[in-house]
């Protein structure tokens, strides 16, 4: 590890003005290059105390034995060398955006004297003109035969345009008229050429003249009573109009936009973007990538946009570019793209309307596809093992962790506080062992809650002591169960499977050292000594262990570190949705929901025969029990319950001062108003209270 300090440039050393640098570590390779408006401050926040730097700024630094730096004239200059850097040195700090996969894209081949029209994949090509990228290749062909119709662009390769040639002959596509054959000089290549710009116009977009052309030929070919030609044309316009309906109509206006999207959490990102051509989307394509350097999600749209056109030009650059988050150097990436372009492009954020939606979709795109990524590698059974592995190694224990038990807390300030307990068996979910928890926390009646970081460890405590007693108290109901034994697969009383009898072999709970240590005590107090017990902490997905100061910092690109956030998000999840639920239930109750043993089916007929609430309370036994489905037991309890609750306040007309007689609670509560406040640490204020 190299000392920062080693290599420090000295001071007044850096120049103030826009620049490039490079760091380099002892091989002279580069590994990492950045670009700033100013080099004197940027460099030297990386020379600051190690304890101030963001962990991934402080790998870099410390691997780094040397930096150097190229002073340009501006900021839309450093933004290019700065994308030409990477793409030469690929440094292993600064994030790459690759495919997930090679997407297919329908390209058109004007470099070469008679034009084709083919599906293209990889890198692009120097005077081809491209439309897409497409999610399958079988979408392109499918529009290319539809317009092959209209425009009769060649598609056979080389060899077979050379062939046919030579014979005289055309191939099938020439025979039934798909292809113009300048193999056997049908067209001339000038022709030929027109034909393959105007099929480049109307992929562009420009679709509404060559219908209305079409149309008006039709009309007089029909006027001139040549009605074969008048339906071939007829037949063109419906082809053309198949081919624009498998494109999805998104605006109504001709806009020409790309729409960019990003999805990440602490380890990885995930981008989408849309092409949107004519109001329609011609295109998608998607990217994920490690975070291996500090960075924010303006930082992740700059990377993007740098990726998708550090190597357009003219058309292939949209005049609109709608992103989630704007690049810290906005003018100076609005200036590169116009550049590019050739005239005026507009970068900004979508505010309303169609644009607003659009962005929602391609987002929960971005965020399906990191979910996807993610799954994918939880999958594989090598790399499930590996992480197992990599877990055991990292906490010290005796063998892979096959049974993995995560717990987390969910409250909404102080309010409904839940916990939820997720299982995981050889590296994937076993939902039928997820199992939640209504957090008691009570003494006596009264329910007694401390500062918001202690609830959360009192709550760890209880929930993990509840689980363990059931597991102690299934482990002596069985009777058989002995050291290195299996607990039976059912209960040998009912036949259902036990909810607490296996033992993981390592509990998981959100939190740092405080969750982790009150994990650890429940444990101790109820004599468990051969569970693992480990900690995840979410800002820095550091793992901590019981009685350890300092935590286990698993590698970046660590699969057991990939494991162990899937679990601890999973748990998230459930007991978020579980919290949710409970707060809306709580807010939709009613009286009769006091009512022990009385089910909603029974509720909803008791309110359609009386009508509300108020009336109910005001009736007899007797009439209760005319209800059908309610027996006199239950009719007692009923008329008990809405006895000891206290009615609703009248509702007061706030203008004149008058009580409104109209009848109470014929619907659930409305919810109590809301006025913020702070929230759990890990969940988003709800919108709706």
């Not at 975070?291 to 990377?303: I, M, P, Y």
């Amino acid at each position: 590890m190299a000392d920062p300090s080693s290599y420090r440039p000295r001071p007044g050393q850096i120049p103030d003005s826009p620049g490039v640098y490079k760091f380099r570590d002892e091989h002279r390779r580069v590994i990492y290059v950045g670009k700033a408006k100013s080099l004197r401050p940027r460099l030297s926040s990386y020379f600051q105390d190690l304890a101030n730097l963001h962990p991934r700024t402080r790998t870099m630094v410390t691997t780094a034995a040397s930096v150097e730096w190229t002073v340009v004239s501006t900021e839309v200059e450093a933004l290019q060398l700065e994308y030409s850097w990477i793409k030469e040195f690929d440094p292993r700090f600064n994030v790459k955006y690759r495919d997930d996969k090679s997407y297919p894209s329908l390209a058109v081949t004007l470099n070469e004297e008679y034009p084709r029209v083919q599906v293209m994949r990889g890198p692009k090509k120097k005077g081809v003109r491209y439309f897409g990228p497409y999610g399958h290749a079988w979408a392109i062909r499918e529009t290319v035969d539809l317009m092959l119709r209209v425009f009769p662009v060649r598609t056979c390769s080389a060899g077979v345009f050379k062939r046919s040639a030579q014979i005289g002959r055309p191939c099938l596509l020439g025979y039934i008229g798909k292809c113009a054959a300048p193999c056997v000089g049908r067209v001339t290549a000038e022709e030929h050429r027109e034909l393959a710009e105007d099929f480049c116009d109307f992929m562009a977009g420009r679709t509404g003249t060559y219908l209305q052309r079409i149309e008006q030929q039709m009309m007089i070919a029909a006027e001139d009573m040549d009605y074969e030609r008048a339906a071939r044309l007829r037949d063109d316009i419906g082809a053309l109009k198949r081919a624009l309906e498998k494109n999805a109509v998104v605006f109504n206006d001709a806009t020409d936009a790309d729409l960019i999207a990003v999805a990440e959490d602490e380890l990885e990102a995930a981008v989408q973007i849309f092409h949107v051509r004519g109001g329609r989307v011609r295109g998608q394509r998607g990217w994920v990538t490690d975070k291996v350097e500090n960075v924010d999600t303006a930082g992740l749209v700059e990377h993007a946009l740098q990726q998708l056109y550090g190597e357009e030009q003219g058309d292939a650059v949209p005049k609109e570019v709608l992103v989630p988050a704007l690049p810290e150097d906005t003018p100076a990436v609005n200036q590169w793209l116009s550049g590019r372009r050739g005239s005026n492009v507009s970068l900004r954020i979508p505010q309303r309307g169609d644009k607003k939606d659009l962005m929602a979709t391609v987002q929960r795109n971005a965020a399906q596809a990191l979910v996807l990524h993610k799954t994918k590698r939880a999958s594989d059974l090598t790399t499930r093992s590996r992480a197992l592995e990599e877990i055991a190694e990292a906490l010290g224990l005796d063998g892979a962790p096959l049974r993995v038990e995560c717990f987390d807390i969910s409250h909404l300030q102080g309010d409904d506080v839940v916990a939820s307990m997720v299982v995981f068996e050889d590296g994937l979910p076993r939902k039928s062992e997820y199992r939640r928890f209504e957090i008691k926390g009570r003494v006596g009646d009264t329910q007694v809650w401390h500062a918001e970081g202690q609830d959360d460890v009192r709550s760890m405590h209880e929930v993990i002591a509840r689980r363990f007693r059931r597991y102690l108290q299934a482990k002596e109901k069985t009777g058989d169960w002995v050291a290195g034994g299996e607990v039976p697969e059912q209960d040998p009383d009912d036949g259902r499977p036990k909810r607490f009898a296996y033992p993981p072999q390592l509990v998981v709970v959100d939190g740092g050292q405080p969750q982790v240590a009150a994990a650890k005590r429940a444990l101790d107090e109820l004599g468990i000594d051969d569970v693992a017990v480990c900690g995840l902490a979410k800002r820095l997905e550091e793992v901590w262990l019981p009685d350890e100061d300092d935590p286990v910092v698993l590698p970046r690109s660590s699969e057991g570190l990939y494991l162990l956030q899937r679990v601890r998000d999973e748990a998230h999840r459930f007991a978020l949705t579980y919290q949710r639920n409970k707060r809306a239930k709580r807010l939709r109750a009613g009286p009769l929901d006091e009512v022990p043993g009385l089910g909603e089916t029974r509720k909803q007929a008791l309110l359609k025969h009386f009508g509300s609430v108020k009336k109910l309370r005001s009736a007899t036994i007797d009439q209760i029990c005319e209800v059908p489905g309610i027996g006199r037991k239950t009719a007692e309890t009923v008329a008990a319950t809405l006895a000891a609750a206290a009615p609703a306040a009248p509702a007061v007309n706030m203008a004149t001062g008058e009580i409104i007689e109209d009848d109470e609670e014929t619907a659930p509560a409305a919810a109590p108003s809301w006025n913020g406040g702070t929230t759990h640490d890990r969940e988003p204020r709800d919108p709706t209270h």
